[in-house]
Each structure stands twice: as C-alpha cells, then as structure tokens.
C-alpha cells in the first residue's frame, strides 16, 4: 500500500471528488470485503419496484465506517503512521479506527465515555487498541482528544467531517451502483452526513439519473432542516434507538456535498426502524442495528414513490446489543 496520495485527489480539508471515491476503492480492494447485495420478493412486494440491499452489516468491524476510517489510515504519511492515531467515539467509528490501524500496523487511542456498552470498548481494545475514558457529564471528549492527540502526536481521524472518510465510505455505493448500474433511487441513512456525501458522489458520476434520497430519525431531522434552510441547522442530540444517527449536525465538509446534489430527506420513526429490524431478522436472516433499518423505514414511509423502480437500499451497520436486540424483536 503506498502511502503517497496521488496528485489527482484531495488533500486533508478540501472537498473530495469521485477521483477521492476511486482511489479509495483501490486502497480498499482485498482489505475491505466487497459486501453481498440482496434481493427479497416481499420487499419488492412492499415497495412495488425492484429492491437491492447492500449489506453493509456484514463489513469488516460491522458497519461501512471500515471503509473510511481504513482509507483515511492508508494515507498518512510515514511520520503520522508511526506516531499513530487517536478517534474518539463511542460507536461503529471507534472498532473501524481501532482495526484499520491494526492492519496498517499503527498505534491508535480511542476516547470513550467510561459508561459507553462493555461490549463495544472490549471490541475496540480487542482489536489493539488503547481506550482511554472519560465522564461525559463533566469532562469535555474534544478538550481531553486534542491534549491527547497533542501530547502524542497523534492524528485526529473524524467519524465524517474529512475528504479521505467521506471517499471511502462512497465505496460501497460506489460497489453497489457497478453491480447494479441502473438504479433509479438509492435510499442512504444519514448521521453527520458522510455515507450520503460519498453515495452522493458515487452516484453522481456512475448513474446521474438515479435519485439519491437521505433518511434520517424523525426525532432528528436536522439534515432535513440543513437542506431546506441552505445552511447548516444544529439541533440538541436527538432521542432514538437510532444511535449511530444522534448527531447534532451535518459537517462543513458533508452539507455542501448533501445540498447541492440529494434529491429528497426524509425520515423515520424508532417504531418503523423496529419493524426493519424484524424485517432483517424474519426474512433475510440478518441482524441489522436500528440505524442500519433507516434506509428501509424511509423508503417505505418518507412519502418518495418506489412504485416501478429499481431502489437501492444501504443497510449500514449490524453492531447491536443482543440483550437490546432481543427486546426489540419482542416488542
Ligand atoms: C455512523 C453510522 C451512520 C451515519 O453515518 P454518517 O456518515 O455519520 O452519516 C449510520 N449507520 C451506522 C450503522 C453508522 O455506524
């Protein structure tokens, strides 16, 4: 792997392209899995058109954020791989950071609030990785990250603000639109904004026809706000079992990326995600975490008309709780 970028991509702070998308894909080629896309009758049947879901739940680490977090790794320089990386993140961000920086063979610090799930931090320093926790009610995460980062020389890798995390997770939209090329809606989940910012551009340059719309929790449309607005909106942190969606805001990065090019923003309820959980579970034997059923709940209910289409649907993430899990299968 050459840590050189080449002359045709982005910089750290300038906005990604679809060249951004490309070079990620070829970074990722044998580190990343090409993940299985879908097919189901009754959701077909539901949706009245041709459904294919791209299963980022069986990515490495359980969500796409593999994809990015690897990506933006691969393209430190010699200097900055050495001296190692530092996230802070409670969620999916947290074990792809942690496994790419094993497999780049780079030392990495995670930053965790100290009552965040036991499961994820023993994944995370499972994968190598030191976890360094706080308290989240009276310690600030970014003041303790940059003294941190500072103290070590360790760069700060974002969950979405940042050009090389937004092209890697273009990837699997990227993937998805190669298989199936003439797609005509593709559904993406939205947190801060990067898996739709790099869909977006996927999409942009391989099937300029196909509609890409973003769905987000009804109890945090902020993206929805954002782009109706023309500005980004910040709201407080939303209350949803969608937790890799209770992001205040899109980023400076992501919002003009969003703005310019999605055709819609919808949302769904944490009612309608459950229903995509047991969806997942019933019929295509999958586990799916409640923010990876959002791309499903908002094809079904934001009010965008599937009849006769080919929609594509990225299912993002699989990492949940069983114990959470099984309460919401029951429900
Ligand atoms: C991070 C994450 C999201 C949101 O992605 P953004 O790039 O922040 O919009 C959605 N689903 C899962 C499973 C995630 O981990």
Request: hydrophobic share 45%.
């Amino acid at each position: 792997m050459p840590p050189s970028a080449s002359a045709a991509t982005a910089p750290a702070g300038t906005p990604p392209t679809f060249a951004d998308v490309q070079d990620a894909a070829q970074r990722l080629a044998g580190n990343a899995h090409r993940t299985p896309v879908l097919r189901s009758v009754s959701a077909d049947d539901m949706l009245g058109g041709r459904v294919y879901f791209k299963c980022e739940n069986l990515q490495r680490t359980g969500s796409f954020k593999f994809r990015g977090a690897y990506n933006a790794l691969s393209r430190l320089s010699d200097a900055q791989r050495k001296a190692g990386v530092l996230a802070f993140s409670a969620g999916n961000h947290a074990q792809a950071v942690a496994l790419s920086a094993r497999l780049l063979d780079m030392p990495a610090v995670i930053v965790m609030p100290e009552d965040a799930p036991v499961s994820k931090m023993a994944a995370t320093r499972a994968y190598g990785a030191q976890v360094v926790t706080y308290n989240r009610y009276t310690e600030d995460r970014e003041a303790i990250s940059r003294r941190i980062a500072q103290e070590r020389g360790l760069t700060l890798i974002p969950p979405f603000d940042h050009p090389h995390v937004i092209a890697g997770q273009g990837t699997a939209a990227l993937e998805l639109l190669q298989e199936v090329p003439d797609l005509d809606l593709l559904f993406v989940c939205v947190g801060g904004g990067g898996l739709l910012a790099g869909s977006l551009l996927a999409a942009q340059a391989l099937a300029p026809h196909c509609r890409v719309v973003g769905v987000e929790p009804a109890a945090g449309n902020d993206g929805q706000q954002s782009v109706r607005a023309g500005h980004i909106v910040r709201i407080p942190t939303p209350h949803t079992i969608a937790d890799g969606a209770q992001t205040q805001a899109l980023g400076e990065l992501t919002f003009p990326i969003i703005r310019a090019h999605v055709h819609d923003m919808v949302t769904a309820t944490d009612e309608q995600l459950m229903q995509g959980l047991r969806f997942f579970a019933e019929r295509k034997k999958i586990v799916v975490e409640p923010t990876g059923a959002l791309a499903l709940a908002g094809a079904l209910h934001g009010g965008v008309s599937t009849r006769g289409q080919r929609v594509g649907l990225i299912i993002s993430g699989g990492n949940v709780d069983l114990a959470r899990y099984a309460r919401f299968l029951a429900d």
